[in-house]
Structures are given as structure tokens and as C-alpha cells.
T-cell receptor, first 116, second 115 residues
Framework: AQKITQTQPGMFVQEKEAVTLDCTYD???????LFWYKQPSSGEMIFLIY??????QNATEGRYSLNFQKARKSANLVISASQLGDSAMYFC?????????????FGIGTKLQVIP | DTGVSQDPRHKITKRGQNVTFRCDPI?????LYWYRQTLGQGPEFLTY????????KSRLLSDRFSAERPKGSFSTLEIQRTEQGDSAMYLC?????????????FGDGTRLSIL
């Protein structure tokens, strides 16, 4: 079975500071992909960053980086230099193959609030 | 690339009525997914199409739910005899299998409210 665990229901960060959002995963599939999405209060899901299970280096996209620790099955999102517009829900997701078909599993999310 | 389009954005209906939602994926995407999201939760997978073939259905998808993608382009999700527990945001996403592990691109969702 596939599972994504996000243990931080809510996080606060001061503007311009860095913040780490935790994500651990579980899968028996050796090949999988990990994604982070942002969902503002307006509701749309915005793709942020992707990490493949065989990627040797941690993914980075602008102010977003993914701290991938395969042995610990963790894929934490690091947001540097937080901005007020970063306030949103953040979801970790995993795509893996189960029973021959791909399956995508989301965590329950972390609500991030950036304080001026 | 006009993005994933969902229609309608909002739907209010009485319990027991049937509703149908439409999703138009990004044109070159051959994979299409439906999710349901309730308040305070992440999206829950409902079903997945590769071209016109429905390859997987979640156990969450009861017999009252049916999805189609007849020509491998747009998709519809129908809920028959709606119940109050069906109130949720229904999200559609699409992706391409030409590059493995491409991210899914989401539409803005259809918010369903059952009176």
C-alpha cells in the first residue's frame, strides 16, 4: 500500500525566513515520483517541484528545494526567503505503480502562514 | 496550452438528483485523473484514464459514480442519486506519459453542494 504522511497541520514562518514542510512516504515500488503542490485559498492546485526515486541530486526550483532522504523515506519541502504570497496549503504526493497501474496518493496537507 | 478546464465551477443540487461534470484536459495529455477533495483533506484519487481506457477505479467510487472518456479527450464524471456526503470539490488533472513522472496539471475544480 502507498501512504503519504504530513505531520504538521499548520506552520508559521516569518517573512523572508526559510521554512521546512515535512513529508514521509511508504511504498514497495522501487520506482516512484514525489511531488509538492501548493493550494491557495482560491482552490487551484499549483505544481511546485518533483523528485524521482532514482534522482541522485535533490530537486530545486527557484525558492523551492526538496530534501530527499531515500533511506528515511522522507521528501521535505524547503521554501527559502518566505513571501506573504506563500501562505497556502501545501500537499505532498507520490506517484507509484501498484498492481500494474500507476496510483497517485496525496497527504492531508500542511497549512503555511507567513507572518509579516 | 490553455490548461485543464472544468465545468461547471459550482453545482448546487438537491439530494437524490443526478449531476454530471466535465473535464477538458491539456490537449496533448493522454492521462486524465479525477479526485475528490473535502474540507481539510488532500485530494483523494477516484479514477484514472490512459487515453480512452479507464485503468483504475478507487474503492471510494461507489456504483453511483461513473466516469467516461469516450474519445480519449474530454471526460465526464456522473454521480447518480446524490447524497449529502457527496458534497466536495471534484478535481480533474491531466498529464503526459511521454516523459515519465511528469507532474499532473489540475483544473480549478467543480464544487458540489448537496442540499
Amino acid at each position: 500500500a502507498q501512504k503519504i504522511t504530513q505531520t504538521q497541520p499548520g506552520m508559521f514562518v516569518q517573512e523572508k525566513e526559510a521554512v521546512t514542510l515535512d513529508c514521509t512516504y511508504d511504498t514497495s515500488d522501487p520506482s516512484y515520483g514525489l511531488f509538492w503542490y501548493k493550494q491557495p485559498s482560491s482552490g487551484e492546485m499549483i505544481f511546485l517541484i518533483y523528485q524521482g526515486s532514482y534522482d541522485q541530486q535533490n530537486a530545486t526550483e527557484g525558492r523551492y528545494s526538496l530534501n530527499f532522504q531515500k533511506a528515511r523515506k522522507s521528501a521535505n519541502l524547503v521554501i527559502s526567503a518566505s513571501q506573504l504570497g506563500d501562505s497556502a496549503m501545501y500537499f505532498c504526493a507520490m506517484r507509484a505503480y501498484s498492481g500494474g497501474y500507476q496510483k497517485v496518493t496525496f497527504g492531508i496537507g500542511t497549512k503555511l502562514q507567513v507572518i509579516p | 496550452d490553455t490548461g485543464v478546464s472544468q465545468d461547471p465551477r459550482h453545482k448546487i443540487t438537491k439530494r437524490g438528483q443526478n449531476v454530471t461534470f466535465r473535464c477538458d484536459p491539456i490537449s496533448e495529455h493522454n492521462r486524465l485523473y479525477w479526485y475528490r477533495q473535502t474540507l481539510g483533506q488532500g485530494p483523494e484519487f477516484l479514477t484514472y484514464f490512459q487515453n480512452e481506457a479507464q485503468l483504475e477505479k478507487s474503492r471510494l467510487l461507489s456504483d453511483r459514480f461513473s466516469a467516461e472518456r469516450p474519445k480519449g479527450s474530454f471526460s465526464t464524471l456522473e454521480i447518480q442519486r446524490t447524497e449529502q456526503g457527496d458534497s466536495a470539490m471534484y478535481l480533474c488533472a491531466s498529464s503526459s506519459d511521454r516523459v515519465e513522472n511528469q507532474p499532473q496539471h489540475f483544473g480549478d475544480g467543480t464544487r458540489l453542494s448537496i442540499l
